[in-house]
């Protein structure tokens, strides 16, 4: 590990730790929080002008499990993607909040006229869609995969919330698109999904960490029968269950973190988020059930990690979504291809160190 | 609450090239008929085989060449040991005098022990049974009371193991005795010796598993003689020894490839194109997979950096052991299934032999339960 990363990540974790963002503007916008993040420069922290400073995309993008940690209520993970994507592509990037619409299922398309575009169809769930200065979208057209950016503030936005109040909003979209605003999409790249699905893995893996660390400091301080809880072999070994899948999730998360400019991203990253959404259902459970009654009320901050974890397990392709991807994968080689499979994915000379 | 790690490794190039020299060695060997992939495991027995890859230097990779080693590192010593485990080949002869019993007397050893004993093991001729469980003593080791009393020239040894696998087919057994009485500290005391097996001084008996298999048995010892030389360590020292070796034990892919056969033959049994529901069944026991051999690998990479990481160990052997118990019971449900260790085909057969030996996973070197407690301690729980 780098002492650059070191000192790049340490910083980003006290200010995340220490981010209000319940002070909001007129419109419901934590304005003043992300104005830190700016003075950091994190929303271009992922732009491949940023790697020249000796951050590597993976150092880069682990700001996303601290995201998760302190359970930030802002899209700084998806600003960070959309930045990366915006220059590569040769758009301008920003250091306001941006945000990516991709859904596993395709809902937007691009049809060509005369000498510009039409972009129609319906943006479904999209991370704080009516804060955010610009809507990034992957769209496939007659002429390939094009990287998209739409104005936020030009949208009708129909105001909704996932289960953890995060906005996730719906708009209709039909909208005349120049060229120059739908270049094609960044070559060798994940695709915008993948990307989702990468930045969710990783949020999630930092929810968890919040969330046993939580439930081990309760267990050590709640006394019933004369001793606290976590002498307990019955609370011990949901913990240790727990320590389990918070360690897959990570190791799986990271792996997919560090191949994102390697041939095989959509292997690793499928397998991320496949295996962090399943541990994502079981550190949740175990975290309430340790807290017992404590940890369902409404000013415990158990929920704050929970409650996303739930979300994010479905955002970008649920567990289902993707393990079927793996699935189609296995059966195509047919049992004696499987390891043979694997090992060339996962040993992959282009991954970055 | 203590961190624990899972660092990325890369390969190196001398381990990719070695994988390929693995593969084609053992596609060979299935060519000519020699292994039959679904109904072995790393528990399967096959002396002419170790023999083999004695020759082809796949035993003993680590250590040095005075002792007949071959000086590589814990990455390249991984990628044979997990090829061999996914190709079905019988590796049980040599796996646990490889494994752990070799490195042990590697590291703690008497010279003339390194000496006489490491050469056989690499050579693949020479194989080792643990004898740490007693009757009494499970997984509460350091209840054990098989005892050693010094005598002209060494140590008069008697008591009883159990659950001892291939004793009555190795060479060598590695038992851990008590040399001291028990006082407060319980983990003093106990001492590990190197015993012969094949006299008459050490009855072996079997005990038929619950298929009607032969690998464990019971190892009493009536005054057997173990000479000076073949103590490993100081007097006393066993329990730090002994603990000093699970992250070897408990963290390399034989804790999570044990029903991969079975794997293999499922996806031939859902044949090219399974539906929806299948496809996401197989590829969540993917995603488990591929996420296990980063664990695994990052182990072997801290190994190879000299550290202990036992905690990391403990967690690779609790996810691994509960995904190899899981393949069969999710195996049955996708494919209609008529299980039957004799069954003439394939799934059927890699289906039984998972099903009937799956209990011993979480069993076998540790069991689940204190995993899940070295686990709470890393956690600060205990």
Redesign the interface.
């Known amino acids: ?1 780098s002492e650059l990363k070191d000192i790049f990540l340490s910083t980003c974790d006290r200010l995340l730790g220490e981010l209000n963002t319940t002070d909001a503007d007129d419109h419901g916008w934590p304005r003043a929080a992300w104005q830190r993040l700016v003075e950091l420069g994190l929303p271009a922290a992922l732009t491949p002008q940023h790697g020249d400073d000796g951050l590597s995309v993976a150092d880069a993008l682990a700001v996303s499990e601290l995201c998760g940690y302190h359970t930030l209520a802002l899209p700084l993970p998806e600003t960070l993607v959309a930045n990366r994507l915006l220059a590569l592509a040769g758009l301008p990037i920003g250091d306001q909040p941006l945000t990516l619409a991709a859904t596993a299922g395709e809902t937007v398309r691009l049809d060509r006229e005369q000498d510009h575009w039409r972009l129609h169809g319906e943006l479904s769930a999209v991370p704080w869609g009516r804060h955010a200065d610009a809507v990034v979208l992957q769209v496939e057209s007659d002429q390939g995969s094009r990287l998209v950016r739409i104005a936020g503030a030009g949208l009708a936005w129909r105001a909704a919330t996932n289960l953890a109040d995060d906005p996730r909003d719906d708009a209709s979209v039909d909208l005349r698109v120049e060229d120059s605003q739908c270049p094609p999409f960044p070559a060798g790249s994940p695709s915008l999904l993948e990307w989702g699905a990468l930045i969710r893995a990783l949020q999630m893996s930092g929810a968890m960490r919040k969330t ?2 939580l439930a ?1 400091d309760y ?2 301080e709640r006394v019933q029968f004369g001793r606290p809880i ?2 307990f ?1 019955a ?3 949901q ?3 727990a ?3 918070l ?2 999730a ?3 998360a ?2 997919a973190a ?1 191949r994102t400019d390697g041939r095989d991203h959509g ?2 990253i ?2 991320a988020k ?2 962090v959404g ?1 541990a994502a259902g079981l550190v949740a459970a175990i975290g309430h059930q340790v807290h017992g009654a404590m940890g369902y009320t409404r000013e415990h901050t158990l929920h704050h990690g929970t409650r996303r974890l739930w979300s994010w397990r479905d955002e970008y392709g649920n ?2 979504f ?15 291809g ?3 499979t ?2 060339a ?3 992959s ?1 282009e ?1 970055q ?1 | 609450m203590q961190a624990f790690r899972f660092d990325p490794v890369a390969l190196p190039e001398s381990a990719r090239q070695l994988r390929r020299e693995v593969r084609d060695f053992l596609a060979e060997q299935i060519s000519k008929g020699g292994i039959t992939p679904h109904r072995n495991s790393w528990g399967s027995y096959d002396a002419d085989f170790s023999a083999l890859c004695g020759e082809r230097g796949y035993i003993g990779m680590r250590w040095p060449k005075r002792y007949g080693g071959h000086e590589k590192s814990a990455l390249e010593r991984y990628v044979v040991t997990e090829e061999m485990l996914a190709a079905g080949a019988p590796v049980g002869a040599h796996w646990v005098a490889d494994r752990q019993s070799g490195a042990n007397i590697l590291a703690h050893g008497s010279e003339q022990a390194k000496q006489e004993i490491l050469p056989e093991i690499a050579a693949g001729q020479c194989f080792f049974a643990i004898g740490m469980s007693e009757p009494n003593s499970g997984s509460d080791l350091a209840a054990a009371t098989t005892r050693a009393e010094p005598t002209e020239g060494g140590w008069l040894i008697n008591g009883t193991k159990i659950w001892t696998s291939s004793a009555h087919r190795a060479h060598y057994l590695i038992a851990l005795a008590r040399t001291a009485a028990k006082t407060e500290d319980r983990h003093a005391g106990l001492t590990q010796f190197i015993v012969k097996l094949g006299g008459d001084d050490v009855k072996v008996r079997p005990i038929y598993n619950l298929y009607g298999g032969h690998d464990f048995n019971e190892v009493v010892f009536d005054n057997t003689f173990v000479p000076a030389h073949r103590v490993i360590g100081k007097e006393g020292d066993g329990w730090r020894m002994v603990t000093g070796e699970l992250a070897f034990e408990r963290s390399g892919p034989d804790r999570f490839l044990s029903t991969f056969q079975l794997l293999r033959q499922l996806i031939d049994a859902l044949g090219e194109q399974p539906d929806r529901r299948d496809r996401a069944a197989l590829g969540r026991l993917v995603a488990h997979l591929a996420t296990l051999r980063t664990m695994s690998t990052s182990v072997a990479g801290m190994l190879e950096r000299g550290e202990s990481p036992n905690l990391e160990a403990a967690l690779v052997k609790d996810i691994g052991t509960t995904f190899e118990q899981e393949i069969p019971e999710i195996a049955r449900l996708l494919v209609e299934a008529r299980p039957g260790l004799e069954r003439g085909d394939p799934f059927n057969e890699a289906l039984a032999r998972a099903v009937l030996t799956s209990p011993s996973f979480t069993i076998r070197g540790g069991t689940r339960e204190i995993l899940r407690g070295i686990i709470a301690k890393g956690l600060g729980l205990r």
């Open positions: 590990m046993l660390k081990v267990a050590n976590a002498r072999q609370i011990q070994h913990l240790a269950v320590a389990g899948q360690a897959a990570t190791a799986a990271e792996d560090r292997f690793s499928a397998v496949a295996r399943e567990e289902s993707w393990q079927t991807r793996l699935g189609t994968l296995a059966a195509s080689g047919g049992g004696d499987l390891w043979a694997l090992t994915l996962q040993d000379s991954e160190q």
